[in-house]
């Protein structure tokens, strides 16, 4: 599969809560890292989502926000993966900044080249890559 986002997580669902009209989805990633995805529940049967089931999880970069200093805030964000910036491309105007985490994964983001600077992104800076679940794309192999 050859596609335009960034970011490609190849995971393990670990729970389904279905509601009325959409389903929340677990996915443990290899890395042991972990993201909740909200899809459809349409989607959900469709795609047949059941605990242990393979799962890619989908994220554009520029649905990617940083924040280097969370202390005292709460997010309603589902998806907070605190790592360390491991490189920062600066183009025209944004820039492309990829986060790696603990467990190996890495999260590419494209942040304006204002952010870089006000926020201090630099290699070796920490910084949590800030996803709305409902950001997240998933599909099953075929």
Do not use: H, Y
């Not at 459809?40 to 989502?49: C, D, F, I, K």
């Not at 059941?50 to 940083?66: I, S």
């Amino acid at each position: 599969m050859k596609i335009s986002a960034r970011n490609k997580f190849e995971g393990t669902v670990a729970a389904v809560t279905a509601g009325a009209v959409n389903a929340e989805v677990g996915i443990d990633l290899a890395s042991g890292d972990k993201l909740v995805a909200i899809i459809t529940l349409e989607s959900a049967r469709s795609l047949q989502l059941a605990p242990g089931g393979k799962v890619v999880a989908l994220v554009k970069a520029p649905w990617v926000m940083l924040m280097t200093d969370g202390s005292g805030i709460r997010l309603s964000a589902r998806n907070c993966l605190a790592g360390t910036v491991k490189t920062v491309t600066p183009g025209a105007v944004n820039a492309e900044v990829v986060v790696a985490l603990p467990g190996g994964t890495e999260i590419v983001a494209i942040v304006t080249n204002d952010a870089v600077t006000e926020l201090g992104l630099a290699p070796g800076v920490p910084a949590t890559a800030v996803i709305k679940a409902s950001n997240v794309i998933l599909g099953v192999p075929a």
